[in-house]
């Protein structure tokens, strides 16, 4: 009212300002009036309170006090005593069957059988009817059998409810929950209902103690819950599902007793669930499994005989560790899952320890498997796992199996006794094997059909067949890893863009690496010892052997039907063979260090286009270098020395052997036996037995040779057609010695201070003209010979000839007289000087490399440049001259651009360049 006057007063202005004032006050005063009425009708109010207040403190007690109730007693029926019952109350129920059902929605009652297993509700067997219904608070029940419901025990909306100690059964579900909280269900007996319990929509329940067997569905179903607890059950021989835990959250199932199920304890479609310190036995299908699973802990279980022992299905972030798993099919399976850890499990007698299937971002850290038929641990169309720290042991078929899968890490792993492969990468990629031992396996570590995998720092020993095998696999690198007394060491098959390098190979029964049927591959800096073969390439094209170390075996390197290979850098040595090739072309073996191999240090038999250059062979008993059987083959730039024979070569043509140092060995430096074709040319040899024998020969060129310190420097038997060119020969016993020799040619030879020059035995039609013999002993030493000794027009110089020369033109006038039958007719009055510094043509003619041979391995007819290039050094080049065809080919001269026409074509065209700016501008 003061309001709507105020507002009168400002509309209606000054004029009304006094009434205003004066109804204002009246009403004041109204008020007042009406407050000291209700003043005194409150102090009377007040009173009659107190006296209330005191009345009720006496009648309270007797009121509310609590109090059992009895039945029947008391009541006939249960429901009749709940009925009548006041919270707080305990209805007391005698022994005895009650057909009835019971509903309680007071709260705080205590409802408790007389014995458990006499005290019975019946609910009659309707499909439609629970026995006992809760939906209150603070609710007790205890001490009943209670049977024949569609629920035995329904708990409904209710919080703080207890149901301990009772025996349900033959129900559909014994006891069912929903939209509740805080309950405590222990110690009860759930038995030969379709469900044990069947709890939906709760959270914080407790449910320890109980024993749910002989369900025909499910032991324990939880479904869209949280914080709930699962402990102490003992839950067995249902036909479902021992424990099932649904769409739901924080919960824990703890050391329960879980045997006979379909599946132990079921996970599916929750989160940061703990499942541990449990025993599962007996699953028909999973001791555990998590389905669409998230952030869940399985640890410390124990399962054994379960049909698979932890099974991990569209799960991630989830950590299976600690577990004893023995028995099943699978110990750990996971499929279609990610960023799962599964550690520190004990896995014994499997089919397969740990499988995994189209999984990601894996780890499987620190288990010990044993005893697995299959699969210690075996990945399958997974990405980016790890597999690390593990002990699998005692008769797995595979330690551990990665097919079609990348980005695999697998280090550190212990791994014995598996009865295939300790490891095996199958049709994947990107992957890294390293820091494993690997021991008493068949195989210790197989790529098949692998790619950019890298195998680094095992260690393997004793494994039956390989230490480590390749197949058909490419862009692998094998490095640093330790291998010993395994069959092989290392084995690639059908392989390609391998690297074998930097590993540590020893006492392998048989290769201690081995490329077959593989290609563009790289062998580099290992240590190979005591294997039968050290390194070996079969039917291989374009590896590269280089800086290994050799040694204590059989054959430091062997190689048969390879080509294109490069062996170089090598140091070999104390191996029967060092280097040998058979049946092999265009392989180069260059700048290898060989020695004490109690054969043959360098060996081709049936061999085609090699250069076997600057290699360093010392003090191989038998012969250093042997090419037999082989054509087109170059020796090149060697050192060679301390052998039987240094160089031999047997039933071979077009070789070239040049610019070796051959020196101190007790037979031959250079050894021609049945061969043809072919050219020795400006070694170096010392000190052997004899510097160059050819035996057997037709069409060999000797040339440029320096031979001194030998017995004979250069020896022929049984031989024709040879050329002997413009060697030099000193110091030996013999500098030239003939036996059983025809239509061969000496020429241009200089021979001096040998005990004897020429020893000529049993020889014919043998031509020998512009030889210098000075000061030897004996010139030469003819025994049944009949031989040219010029060439019609000049014949040699004699350092001891005394005739004259009267004419002045350098021949002397009387012949040089050998023997009855051998003359030279021109003698030269002075040393021949060569008129050219490389043989003549007409010397090697006979010699062209161009001659057809047959080869059991011809090479391809059009190499390609890519895998046929080689390198020719100087050596090779002056080399290459002499084994020139005798058809001659023209060079075109390309004309020279003149010098003196460069300055005025410069000027003129500068003088253009200023008058078309002009021009422009």
């Known amino acids: 009212m003061v309001q709507i006057l105020l507002r009168q007063r400002r509309t209606h202005g000054g004029a009304e300002m006094k009434r205003d004032y004066s109804v204002i006050a009246i009403h004041r005063r109204k008020k007042l009036s009406r407050r000291a009425k209700v003043r005194r009708i409150s102090s009377a109010a007040l009173s009659l309170l107190l006296v209330v207040i005191l009345l009720g403190s006496f009648a309270i007690p007797f009121c509310l006090a609590q109090s059992t109730i009895t039945v029947p007693d008391d009541y006939s029926t249960i429901q009749e005593a709940v009925d009548a019952a006041n919270s707080g109350d305990t209805i007391f129920v005698r022994a005895g069957t009650y057909n009835e059902t019971v509903v309680i929605r007071k709260d705080g009652l205590t409802l408790t059988g007389e014995d458990q297993s006499t005290t019975v509700i019946d609910g009659g067997g309707g499909n439609t009817s629970t026995v006992l219904v809760v939906s209150a608070e603070d609710v007790e029940v205890s001490g009943f059998t209670i049977q024949n419901g569609y629920d035995g025990i329904e708990i409904y909306q209710s919080t703080d409810i207890t149901v301990s100690g009772n025996t349900i059964t033959e129900s559909r579900f014994g006891v069912s929950s929903s939209r509740s909280s805080s309950i405590t269900i222990s110690g009860n007996i759930l038995s030969g209902n379709e469900n044990g319990f069947y709890l939906w929509d709760v959270s914080s329940f407790d449910v320890s103690g109980n024993t749910v067997t002989d369900n025909t569905n499910k032991g324990i179903s939880l479904i869209l819950s949280s914080n709930c607890n699962f402990s102490g059950n003992t839950i067995a021989d249902n036909a479902n599902d021992g424990i099932s835990i649904g769409r739901s959250s924080n919960c824990t199932v703890s050391g329960n007793t879980v045997t006979g199920n379909t599946d132990g304890i079921r996970l599916y479609n929750s989160e940061q669930v703990t499942v541990t310190e449990n025993t599962i036995t007996n699953s028909t299908s999973r ?51 990610s960023s799962n850890t599964i550690s520190g499990n004990t896995v014994t007698d499997t089919q397969t320890g740990v499988y995994l299937w189209n999984v ?63 490891i095996i990468l199958s049709g994947s990629s990107s992957s890294t094997v390293s820091d494993n031992i690997l021991t008493g396996n068949f195989d210790g570590i197989q790529l098949y059909e692998a790619s950019q995998v890298t195998v680094s720092g095992n260690t393997l020993a004793n494994n039956t067949n390989n230490g480590i095998s390749i197949s058909i696999s490419s862009n692998c690198i094998v490095s640093g890893n330790s291998l010993t007394d395994n069959y092989d060491g290392v084995r690639a098959y059908n392989s390609e863009f391998v690297t074998v390098t930097e590993n540590n190979i020893t006492n392998n029964s048989h290769f201690g690496i081995l490329l077959s049927s593989s290609g563009s591959s790289t062998i580099s800096g290992n240590t190979v010892t005591s294997n039968e073969y050290g390194i070996d390439l079969y039917n291989a094209s ?43 072309s265009d392989n180069v073996v260059t700048g290898n260090t060989i020695t004490n191999s109690t054969n043959v240090g360098i060996s081709l038999t049936f061999a085609s286009d090699f250069t ?31 052998t039987n024979d240094g160089i031999t070569v047997r039933y071979s043509e077009q070789v070239i052997v040049t610019e070796n140092t051959v020196t101190d060995n007790e037979y031959r430096g250079i050894l021609f036996s049945t061969s043809s074709n072919s050219i020795v040319y400006e070694n170096t040899l010392t000190d052997n037995d004899e510097g160059i024998e050819l035996f057997r020969t037709t069409n060999v060129t000797a040339s440029k040779n320096t031979v001194t310190g030998s017995r004979i420097g250069i020896g022929i038997s049984r031989s024709s057609n040879n050329t002997i060119s413009q060697n030099t020969l000193t110091n030996n016993e013999y500098g030239i010695n003939f036996w059983n020799v025809s239509f061969t040619t000496v020429s241009e030879n200089t021979i001096t201070d040998n005990e004897i020059g ?79 510094p490389n043989p003549s043509k007409s010397t090697t003619d006979n010699v062209s490399l161009e001659t057809q041979v047959t080869d059991p391995n011809p090479p391809p007819t059009e190499p390609s440049p890519e895998t046929n290039t080689k390198t020719t050094s100087p050596a090779e080049t002056e080399v290459t001259k002499l084994a020139l065809t005798t058809d001659e080919t023209e060079q075109q001269v390309i004309p020279e651009f003149p010098s003196w026409a460069i300055l005025p074509l410069f000027l003129v065209a500068s003088v253009a360049v200023t008058i078309y700016k002009k021009k422009l501008n």
Not at 308 to 336: C, K
Not at 373 to 388: A, E
Not at 623 to 641: E, H, K, L, P
Not at 796 to 825: F, R
Request: charged fraction near 10%; include cysteine.
């Open 287 to 337: 001791g555990i499994v998590s389905a669409s699973s998230s952030l869940c802990s399985i640890s410390g279980n124990t399962l054994q005989g379960n049909d698979d022992g932890v099974e991990l299905y569209m799960t991630t972030g989830t950590t299976v560790y600690g577990n004893t798993i023995t028995g099943s099919r699978f110990g750990i399976a996971s499929s279609r899952s």
């Open 360 to 422: 990601s971002d894996n780890i499987v850290l620190g288990n010990t498997i044993t005893n697995s038929t299959n699969n210690g641990i075996s990945f399958t169309l997974s990405f980016n796992c790890k597999v690390s720290g593990n002990i699998i042991a005692d008769g797995c078929s595979r330690g551990i199996s990665i097919g079609n899968s990348s980005n695999c890490t697998v280090s550190e792993n212990e791994i014995a006794n598996s009865t295939i492969q300790g």
């Open 542 to 584: 374009e590896v590269t052997v280089s800086r290994n170390t050799m040694t204590d075996g059989r054959f430091g390197f062997a190689s048969s039907q390879s080509f294109n290979n490069t062996i170089s850098e090598n140091t070999i040595a104390d191996n029967e063979y060092g280097v040998y090739f058979w049946n092999a």
């Open 612 to 642: 076997v250059s600057d290699n360093s062979l010392t003090d191989n008993p038998y012969c250093s270098i042997q090419v037999s059987n082989s054509s087109r083959n170059t020796i090149s730039g060697n050192a060679v020395t301390g």
């Open 758 to 836: 020429f020893g000529i035995s049993n020889t014919n039609n043998n031509t020998f003209y512009h030889n210098n013999i000075i000061n030897n002993t004996g010139q030469i030493y003819t025994t049944n010979a009949t031989d040219t000794w010029d060439n019609g027009s000049e014949g040699n110089y004699w350092s001891d000839y005394t005739g004259v020369d009267a004419d002045g033109d350098g021949i002397g006038d009387t012949p040089y007289i050998i023997d009855e039958n051998n003359q030279d007719n021109y003698p030269l009055m002075t040393p021949h000087i060569p008129s050219t």
